[in-house]
């Protein structure tokens, strides 16, 4: 068995202190740094999606509208510069965007922010699709919001905060348009009357703005009127209007049409109701009775 001299033994014991206290140290340096890092890593600010409204609704799509509450309980400013999202319809992507932010949150400051993010029917047509097929249909929507952290006088730390909601929203309907009634009403001495309503029911939730009603109409085949009515007329939501029209011939002008002024007459009310994202269109034919009047 070969022995060590005692010399040696004695060297090795006398340096086993000195590499112990270097393997410390440097443990320590390293923990030290990964401390720093991580404290530099670390994003103190939060983000909690508080509420997601469907807001601008109509026939051609809306705008899901989150309301984001913003907290930085660190000791560093931050400021969120901008948010990204995206519109998930059945698990694909119906809408996307950038939404410029731009606010700032001192150290213990809580702020809180929206983040819009439209979706047009007629852009996506796996959210055209979905709204045809269904009286609603659900949504979600998910986003990113850029963060900086430090001030101008430090470079600053970017970072980003994720958020998710999921909601439900109404499929739009298209108005209905209807012949509500039709009079004739007529002597010798005043000529002919003709008088009609024509109802629109609003079934959305939401009012619809339409831009008019046009019509023609039509007595035993003959033109006798036409106009536009109801320009630039709201519809509430959930609601039924009528509107009415009238025409109204002396006895001189209907000797020139050929029509009479008592019995009865066939007619024919061509109409038209325009608004965005929607045209509805009614042909009602009927035969009248010509009531006396005064």
């Known amino acids: 068995m070969r022995r060590t001299p005692l010399h040696l033994i004695a060297a090795r014991a006398h340096r086993a202190p000195l590499l112990i206290a270097a393997l410390s140290l440097l443990a320590a340096c390293a923990t030290s740094g990964g401390a720093e890092r991580g404290e530099r890593a670390e994003l103190p600010l939060t983000a909690t999606l508080t509420q997601l409204d469907e807001v601008e609704q109509s026939l051609l799509g809306f705008t899901a509208t989150a309301r984001i509450e913003l907290t930085n309980p660190g000791t ?37 922010v929206e983040v819009k993010a439209p979706l047009r029917f007629a852009e996506s047509p796996v959210a055209a699709e979905t709204a045809s097929k269904a009286k609603s249909f659900d949504y979600a929507l998910r986003g990113e919001l850029a963060v900086l952290l430090g001030t101008d006088g430090e470079r600053p730390s970017s970072s980003k905060l994720q958020f998710a909601r999921g909601s439900a929203v109404r499929s739009p309907a298209k108005p209905t348009l209807a012949l509500d009634t039709f009079e004739l009403m007529g002597n010798q001495r005043m000529g002919l009357t003709a008088t009609a309503a024509l109802a629109v029911k609003n079934a959305n939730p939401f009012p619809l703005a339409i831009d008019g009603i046009t019509w023609t109409m039509l007595l035993a085949g003959k033109e006798v009127g036409s106009g536009t009515i109801a320009k630039g007329s709201t519809l509430k939501g959930n609601s039924e209007t009528t509107f009415h029209l009238a025409v109204t011939h002396d006895p001189s002008a209907l000797k020139k049409l050929g029509l009479p002024y008592s019995g009865k007459l066939n007619y024919a009310l061509a109409s038209q109701l325009s608004l965005s994202g929607a045209q509805i269109a009614l042909d009602a034919k009927d035969e009248a009775q010509i009531l006396r009047g005064d």
């Open 76 to 112: 560093r400013p931050a400021k969120v510069v901008e948010a990204h999202y995206w519109l998930l319809i059945g698990g694909e992507n119906a809408a996307a965007g950038v939404v410029p932010i731009g606010v700032a949150l001192a150290p213990g400051e809580v702020k809180s």
